[in-house]
C-alpha cells in the first residue's frame, strides 16, 4: 500500500526538477494519479484544485528550494484563498477565504505546487481523523483498519502513502508528531511563536497550537521551516532568534548532550512494552554516538496542565461555534458529539477560567523549564503509549468531552507525552525508530528547551543518518 516513491524526499524531488530530469507538471500528473489509485482506501485527500495547480505552473513557479514539488495543506486553520476549506466541520464545509494567510504565502514561496487539503478531525480536536462532513475515517496506510493519527490524520497518509513526499500539519497538542508516529514518518513542533498564525489569527489556543510538516526525511523539515519561520507583521510575540538556521544546524552533529530517557509516561505510568523498548532502543542508539543518556522525569504538575489544555481548547470550540450560530446550541446534524459536548463544557464554565487556564499553563512552562535548566539537553520519551489505535476508537460521537479528554481510556492516556510541549512551547519531535510485533510504526519522541530547535533538529539529523528510517518504510513495502 505504501507509496512507490518509496524513500523519495521533497529535496530529492526538487533535485530532479532542476535538473531537468522531470516537469513540475509530470510531477502533479503522478500526485493526482496516486490519489485516484491510494486515496479511495484512505480518504485522506480532499477538496483538489487540480485547475489551480496548473494555473500556477503555468504562471510560473517561484525559484525556491521545492520548485515544481506537489504539495498539500491541512483542512484545518490554514487560510487560502484559492482552497476552498470544510475545517473538518459540516458547520465549516465550503468557507472561502479573502486572502492567503502569511503561513501559506511563505509555503508557495518555496516553490510548491499546492493542488488540495487533506482531512482533520472536527475542530481539530483529537488523536484520530474522523471527521462526517468527509463522509468516513482517514485510515493509515500502513493497515487500513488503524488510524494515521490527528489531527493531520490525512497528511500523515497522504505521505505515507506516496501521494505526496510531504505535507502542512499543524500542532495543538500533538497533531503533528501523532500522525508522524502513527504513519512512521519525521514530525517536528517548533518552539511557540516560531511560524507566524496571522493575519486572520493572533494565536492559536492560547499559543499552544502552532503549524508544521510531516515529511520523509530531517531536511526536508529543516529548509521549510527556514523558508517559514519568523514573526508575521503585528505578531503578538516571538520566539528567540535561531543562530544559523535549521538546514545550517543540520549539517553538523550537535555537541555531545545529556539525554533524559523516560519509558514510562511523565507521571510513572507503564506504557505499552513494545513502545517502551523502542524508546529504550533509541537510548542505547544516542549512547553509541557519544551522549549521556540518564534517566530522568519532568517534576511538573501535569493533571493541573491537561484540566487547563482541556478547558482551552473546549472555550475555543465554543467561541468558534459561536461564530457562526451565536448564541444557540449546536445540533447533531451541525456539529459531532465531541464539539458539542465541548460546546456545553465551556457554557459551565466561569467566566473567568479562561485567564485562570492561561495561567496556568503559564507556571506549567515555567515548571518545565527548571527541569531543563541544569538538567538534560534533550529529553527523549514514546510519542505515544502505545502502537496506532483501530479506527473508531476515538471518533466523536460521545458528548462527554472532558471524559474524551482526560478520562482512563481517553486522548491523553493514549498520547500523554505530545501536549506538555505544546503548554510549554517548547520544541519536540517524533522520529519514525521503531515497528510493533503487528508492523506499525511507533515513534520516539525528543524535546529541548524552549528556543533550542537548532540543537534539537541537529540531533534528530544526526539520529536519521546512523538509523536511515527510510530504508525501513521501503523495505516493509516490498
Same mark, same amino acid.
Given at each position: ?60 513557479? #517561484?525559484?525556491? @528550494? ?68 468527509? =463522509? ?42 501523532? #500522525?508522524?508516529?502513527?504513519? =512512521? ?202 502502537? @496506532? ?90
Amino acid at each position: 500500500m505504501i507509496g512507490d516513491l518509496g524513500a523519495t524526499d521533497a529535496t530529492a524531488l526538487a533535485a530532479m526538477v532542476a535538473a531537468g530530469e522531470v516537469t513540475p507538471s509530470e510531477l502533479l500528473d503522478a500526485a493526482l494519479a496516486a490519489v485516484e489509485a491510494r486515496n479511495p482506501a484512505l480518504n485522506a485527500v480532499v477538496l483538489i484544485q487540480e485547475g489551480v495547480a496548473r494555473k500556477a505552473i503555468a504562471e510560473g513557479l #517561484p525559484p525556491g @528550494p521545492f520548485r515544481g514539488v506537489p504539495f498539500l495543506i491541512k483542512d484545518l486553520g490554514i487560510e487560502a484563498k484559492d482552497f476552498p476549506s470544510h475545517n473538518g466541520s459540516r458547520l465549516f464545509a465550503n468557507t472561502i477565504y479573502p486572502g492567503d494567510s502569511s503561513i501559506f504565502q511563505r509555503i508557495r514561496a518555496t516553490g510548491v505546487v499546492t493542488f488540495g487539503r487533506t482531512t482533520s478531525p472536527e475542530g481539530g480536536i483529537g488523536a484520530a481523523t474522523e471527521a462526517a462532513v468527509y =463522509g468516513g475515517p482517514t485510515r493509515n496506510p500502513w493497515n487500513t483498519d488503524h488510524t494515521p493519527g490527528g489531527s493531520s490524520g490525512g497528511a500523515g497518509a497522504a505521505v505515507a502513502a506516496g501521494i505526496v513526499a510531504f505535507a502542512h500539519g499543524s500542532d495543538g497538542g500533538g497533531s503533528v508528531r501523532i #500522525p508522524a508516529s502513527s504513519c =512512521g514518518l519525521f514530525g517536528f513542533k517548533p518552539t511557540r511563536a516560531r511560524l507566524p498564525d496571522g493575519p486572520y489569527a493572533g494565536e492559536g489556543w492560547a499559543g499552544m497550537a502552532i503549524d508544521g510538516f510531516l515529511t520523509r526525511s530531517v531536511r526536508d523539515t529543516a529548509v521549510m521551516l527556514d523558508a517559514c519561520e519568523g514573526p508575521d507583521l503585528g505578531a503578538p510575540y516571538v520566539a528567540p532568534p535561531l543562530d544559523r538556521g535549521h538546514a545550517a544546524a543540520i549539517s553538523r552533529p550537535p555537541r555531545r548532550l545529556r539525554i533524559g530517557i523516560c519509558d514510562t509516561t511523565f507521571t510513572g505510568e507503564p506504557i505499552h512494552p513494545e513502545v517502551a523498548e523502542a524508546v529504550r532502543s533509541a537510548g542505547r542508539l544516542l549512547e553509541s554516538l557519544g551522549h549521556v543518556v540518564e534517566p530522568a522525569r519532568p517534576r511538573a504538575d501535569v493533571a493541573m496542565m491537561m484540566r487547563a489544555w482541556t478547558d482551552i481548547v473546549g472555550i475555543g470550540t465554543a467561541l468558534s461555534i459561536r461564530s457562526r450560530l451565536g448564541e444557540r446550541a449546536p445540533r447533531p446534524d451541525e456539529v459531532e458529539g465531541v464539539g458539542r459536548g465541548a460546546w456545553a463544557h465551556a457554557q459551565r464554565l466561569h467566566p473567568t477560567r479562561y485567564l485562570e487556564a492561561v495561567g496556568e499553563i503559564h507556571a506549567f512552562g515555567r515548571q518545565m523549564a527548571g527541569f531543563f535548566d541544569g538538567g538534560p539537553d534533550v529529553l527523549l520519551s514514546a510519542t505515544l503509549a502505545e502502537p @496506532p489505535a483501530r479506527v473508531g476508537r476515538f471518533n466523536h460521537d460521545t458528548e462527554d468531552y472532558v471524559a474524551y479528554r482526560t478520562g482512563p481510556n481517553g486522548i491523553f492516556a493514549y498520547s500523554p507525552f505530545c501536549a506538555i510541549f505544546n503548554a510549554s512551547g517548547q520544541p519536540a519531535a517524533s522520529l519514525p525508530l521503531g515497528w510493533s510485533s503487528q508492523g506499525l510504526p511507533i515513534g520516539v519522541h525528543l524535546a529541548a528547551a524552549f528556543g533550542q530547535d537548532e540543537l534539537l533538529i541537529s540531533l534528530c539529523a544526526e539520529i536519521e543518518r546512523a538509523a536511515p528510517w527510510a530504508g525501513k518504510r521501503a523495505a516493509m513495502a516490498g
